[in-house]
């Protein structure tokens, strides 16, 4: 810097020394001027250069604001750039753990489909035992209507030898108790043919059971939080529910053993009794050749009531046709309930160990006979509007008929076994 000012002091004071040499020679005033025009230069070169300076400050202290901004602005960018890869390491783990949690829901829809194929195996297996049973009832129906034949051919004979022959009392009143003896079979079997109905509905009712769980299952599959434990205790439930259909199978299979034992020993005894009849027959005819002239001793015979004999006993429990139906159709454990409901004061402990035996719930045990009692009779016999359950007071009378003759049926059923 200080070479050039000299080098500007030096070409200034000879450019003007010899500017004003040259007119006049004179050398003071020459060397005077350079002088002046040399002190001029550096004057006016101090005063740019200290324009230039603060120009330059100016510019300096510009740049200086540039470059906090820029350090700010970089400082914030790296923030963001930390802030993107902390939020890009969060979304590389949530990727990660939901794809491991993908894993798991299709490794649980493969079980769950599994299982629903075994479950739709099994209903398949329970339809099959279902019409089994089906044709076995329907054979049995079979076997009661031959009885019914058989017991109105005896009927028709009966009163045949009534007209005919009053003489042989003793003969007629082995007869009159071999007839009750059936009417007892009969009974019997009819008791057993309401106790298969019975069975039916159960079974009927836990498919119904069956598919709601099957379809727990499926809206549950949805539900990704809850899927693990609510499947494992549907699965029990599944297992414990399948333990007591094939318990109950078991006993279904004795109790039809012995169906079938019992119609053997009906067929049987019908065989011996058609046999007596036709001895008797014999014996009338013989005995109608040796009396044929004693027409006058005829007339003054009693006639002994072989239509009372005949026609089926009256008793204070018959109960209407349709509550027939309703008590065809209800099961056991709904028979129990309704007991509980008519000879408890607070039924609720009964009719919970019912529903927990069965699997179910006590106001499903409830809606299930109502419904029931809807369908059938066309009118609701429970009320649960109060605190406990109680029968309506104008089903009372035949709710209480339908436990006596249930409670008759099974001791009957009992002392037959």
Known sequence: MFSNRFILGIVAFSVSFGLSLVPKWDFNQAFLTGVITVVATYAAALFVDKRRRTHELLILASFRKRIKETEGLKLRVVREIEQIET???????????????????????DTLHRELG???????????????????????ENNQT??????????????????????FHAEINQLQTHIQELRQEKQEIESNITL??????????????????????????????????????????????????????SQQQEQLQQLKNEVSLLQ????????????LLQQIETFNQETISEDSSEENLEVFPFADLLETEETSDTIPEIWDQFFNQLPGHEFQVLKAIVEQDNPHPT???????????????????????????????????????????????????????????????????
């Not at 049987?268 to 001895?279: G, H, K, S």
């Not at 059938?376 to 359950?389: F, N, Q, Y």
Request: aromatic letters at 4%.
């Open 87 to 109: 939020h890009r390491n969060l979304l590389y783990n949530e990727t990660k753990q939901l794809q491991n949690h993908i894993l798991e829901c299709r490794n649980q829809r």
């Open 351 to 417: 009719i919970k160990k019912i529903a927990e035996s069965n699997i179910t719930m006590p106001n499903i045990l409830i809606d299930s006979i109502n419904e029931l009692a809807s369908d059938v009779i066309g009118e609701l016999i429970i009320e649960t509007t109060a605190d406990k359950p109680a029968i309506s007071p104008e089903h009372i009378h035949h709710v209480i008929q339908m436990i006596a003759l249930y409670e008759n049926l099974m001791a009957r059923h009992a002392s037959s076994n």
């Open 196 to 249: 298969l109905g019975r069975i039916k509905p159960q079974l009927e009712e836990k498919l119904y059971e069956l598919r709601l769980e099957i379809q727990n299952l499926e809206s549950e599959k949805n539900q990704q939080n809850q899927l693990l434990l609510a499947t494992t205790n549907e699965k029990d439930d599944v297992t414990a529910t399948i333990n007591s259909l094939q318990s109950q199978k």
């Open 146 to 167: 031959e009885l019914h034949h058989l017991l109105s051919n005896l009927t028709s004979e009966k009163r045949r030898i009534e007209s005919n022959y009053n003489a």
């Open 268 to 279: 049987q005894e019908r065989d011996l009794l058609q046999n007596q009849v036709w001895e």
């Open 118 to 140: 075994t479950f739709a195996a099994q209903k398949k297996q329970l339809e099959s035992e279902l019409i089994n049973f089906r044709t076995e009832i329907q054979s049995l």
